[in-house]
């Protein structure tokens, strides 16, 4: 699957997340990169920042915080293109999910693994 490709399916879960999420979230960029950092090679996605559970008053003139959602480990799981838009779906949802505090402990406890 092209990048351009796997970047329409990234968008394309995003237009899935409900506006009064999006419009919730604060000082933040979705990109995909084609390979996560060899130190782990099979991550599909990765939230650095600070979630907004963590801003407090002294938080400000920071970069904004980074979803990444990784191409490379993505297709290598996924048989078919319904699997990797799955996938993609349940990666962006997780990473956001991030943003707004959530650890992978809930979010497993939630059924987005």
């Known amino acids: 699957m092209s990048r351009e490709r796997f970047e329409e399916l990234v968008g394309e879960a995003l237009d899935e997340v409900p506006e009064e999420l999006l419009g919730l979230m604060d000082n933040v960029v979705i990109l995909v990169e084609d390979e996560p950092p060899p130190e782990d090679p099979e991550l599909l996605g990765l939230y650095e920042g600070h979630a907004l559970t963590a801003r407090g008053w002294d938080y400000g003139g ?5 979803i990444l959602i990784y191409r ?17 779906a349940v990666t962006v949802v ?20």
């Not at 920071?62 to 980074?66: H, K, S």
């Open 62 to 66: 920071v970069l904004p915080d980074r």
């Open 94 to 113: 997780h990473e956001i999910a991030h943003h707004f505090g959530i650890d992978d402990e809930r979010l497993h406890d939630l059924g987005w693994a």
């Open 72 to 88: 490379g480990p993505t297709l290598r799981l996924c048989a078919d293109e319904d699997e990797v838009v799955e996938e993609v």
